[in-house]
């Protein structure tokens, strides 16, 4: 039973920067990749990007590419989503998804999101 605990989020400026962390308990972590996810008010939560956890891969959702950074650190057990270039779209719980034997970057196919943490772009 892997807990995936999600912080770092808080209000920032437009145009400005904020890292996301997801840390997972257990003495062992070792899924086959790390996906984040996004849902903004009102909206349907939509796929951010992903890491493969061997190799440390990435993928990401064109809304954000260019802008935004995953990365992982094995020791820690800890997924990271740098955000650089905010904006105001981009105001949303984030969440942070573990794929045990796959790549997951469909919504539907997640069975239990975490608390998620909140990230607010003011204008």
């Known amino acids: 039973q892997v807990q995936l605990v999600e912080s770092g989020g808080g209000l920032v400026q437009a145009g400005g920067s904020l890292r996301l962390s997801c840390a997972a308990s257990g003495r062992t972590f070792s899924p086959y990749a790390m996906s984040w996810f996004r849902q903004a008010p009102g909206k349907e939560r939509e796929f951010v990007g992903l890491i493969k956890w061997s190799g440390g891969s990435t993928y990401y959702a064109g809304s954000v590419k260019g802008r935004f950074t995953i990365s992982r650190d094995l020791a820690k057990n800890t997924v990271y989503l740098q955000m650089d270039s905010v904006k105001p779209e981009d105001t949303a719980v984030y969440y942070c998804?573990?794929?045990?034997?796959?790549?997951?970057?469909?919504?539907?196919?997640?069975?239990?999101w975490g608390q998620g943490t909140r990230v607010t772009v003011s204008s």
């Open positions: 998804v573990a794929g045990n034997s796959g790549i997951i970057t469909a919504p539907a196919s997640v069975n239990s």
